[in-house]
């Protein structure tokens, strides 16, 4: 295993020389070695299936000529994102498996990410009142705002703010145990822990770990599943926290009342609480929020490119510093030190020409339906409540848009529709996303899911 480390580590200085340092640090630097002898293959594993992406699609190649010239020539390779390692270790490394899962239940209590702290957070109209509500709670959990409910559109901060209070009480009040989970991975642990080979001993160990926590985090809340037996569950981790005057607190996209999913007994416990939200950050917040990046991951920017990005988006603040990423590795490339506005001209380019081609309208329009959990039956159906009509509306949008499609097609999807209809449905939204709210952060939410597949 030394040995085999040691070749790792031939490997990745070869690949130092071919890629750019920002990819170097961010897609190769991470990858680790799990196996080599047994299949006469090297196995890489990542840290997230989109750093595997990444890794496929960017720099598959320069791995394969690094891979080839320490192992040998054909030397076949594997990059497993964290799931399909999980699995492989199971299968072939019993052992390890068992050693990865203890390190995982370790991590937890370090799973906030050192940069999303209150310092690093800035604030300004947009997410004052959010940032004073998780302030409060971070000082005094359990004390003043419970649950605490942040709901926002994708990419403003909720995240960020979460974190920012785990790390805040691991500094301050290390003594209280903290729990950060996502809506998906509470599902999924609760989903384990009912198909272990003893399902008592199974769920035992998942209330221990949920109920024996002073501060219980659960992000993307809007994920939770029309399944009874999970929101069950998590009605019944909430009541046993707030009894016992635990803190909790859930972040979402949209207000407890817009989750379709959500049961009725659940939501009115979020609204004994505080719900806030974030909005989009005007101008002035996000030229200082590009200036704190750009400060905090040493890029050198001039101020004009800062200005262009801020002024280009205006929505989704990860959007923003993924352009100000893209600007400065540019400028890297080019050898330059400092990003100039040609840079982010070029990149801006690039991101604008990145069309999907492999998008089709039902890939859209289950996406909409999911995320207002209707069914595919009644949004291109005849039903004409307002639950049914705004979705359809937005998905017919977002069709126009997305796609090169003729109106009367995309009237033919919708249950044979006029092309009349098709034109007044997307001109309604189109006006309703340019005046922002509640609007935009939808069409910019079911977007997000589209492009996220
Ligand atoms: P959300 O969870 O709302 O989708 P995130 O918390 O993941 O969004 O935020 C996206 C990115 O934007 C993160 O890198 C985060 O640090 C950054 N961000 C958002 N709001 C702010 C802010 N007010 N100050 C600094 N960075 C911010
Ligand atoms: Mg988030």
Redesign the pocket.
Known sequence: MKELQEMWKQVLLKVEMMVSAVSFDLWIAPLEVLDYNKFEKLILSTNSTYAKKQLMKNHSDQLKSAIEEVFGEDTPFEILDPDEKKEFLKKNKPEINQAVVEKEIEEDKNAFNP??TFD????GKS?QFVYAAARSVAENPGKRFNPLFIY?G????????LHAIGNYIKKELPDLKIKYVTCEKFTNDYIDSLHGSNKDQGINKFREKYRNVDVLMVDDIQFITNKNETQEEFFHTFNDLYQNNKQIII?SDRPPKEIATLSDRLRSRFASGLIQD?QS?DFE?RVA?LR??AQLERYIIDDEVINFIAEKIDTN??EM?GLLAKVYFFATLLGKKSASLEEAKEAFKEDLDEKREDLSPDTIIDATCKYFGISKADIVGKKKSKEIVEPRMIAIYLISEMLDMPLVAIGKLFGGRDHTTIIHARDKITEQYRDGGRIKTLVNAIKEQINAN
């Open positions: 940069k999303y690093n957070f800035v604030v997410n926002g994708v990419g403003l901060g909720k995240t960020h703010v972040a974030v950050p917040t929020i704190k990046k603040i990860r510093e």
